[in-house]
């Protein structure tokens, strides 16, 4: 029943951008659409397992406990983006115990503090 539904959302997405489609058009576009979104969440996984192993190599550990602070709609509000990028870390990076937190406008907190960073550099480089 939920597969059904969601061919008919896929199948009214593709009318509203003025597509006419057929049920196999939107079992495609379904099936595309879930490729590509497991794809990036194991590209991102693998980038974040990448990290924390290195991290846990340089502080010469035997296991890293280490939490990370994660942002953005795409981890928010997909069905399975998150878990599928949890599963990764945990499979590259079986050394870190790796634990999530969502942050709230992370990338516009973090955008003001790389800027009040420079600001104080550049003043600082000034007198």
């Not at 516009?108 to 009040?116: E, H």
């Amino acid at each position: 029943c939920s597969d059904r539904l969601a061919l008919l959302q896929v199948r009214d997405i593709l009318q509203k951008l003025g597509l006419q489609s057929t049920c196999d058009d939107s079992i495609i576009v379904k099936e595309v659409c879930g490729v590509v979104s497991r794809r990036a969440a194991q590209l991102c996984g693998a980038g974040l397992a990448a990290v924390v192993d290195k991290i846990r190599e340089n502080r010469n550990l035997e296991r890293l406990q280490v939490t990370v602070g994660m942002d953005g709609t795409l981890y928010k509000l997909h069905p399975h983006f998150s878990s599928i990028m949890h599963e990764t870390v945990a499979r590259l990076a079986p050394q870190c115990d790796v634990s999530y937190i969502q942050s709230e406008d992370g990338s516009g907190k973090g955008a003001a503090l790389v800027t009040a960073v420079a600001c104080r550099i550049r003043e600082a480089g000034q007198h």
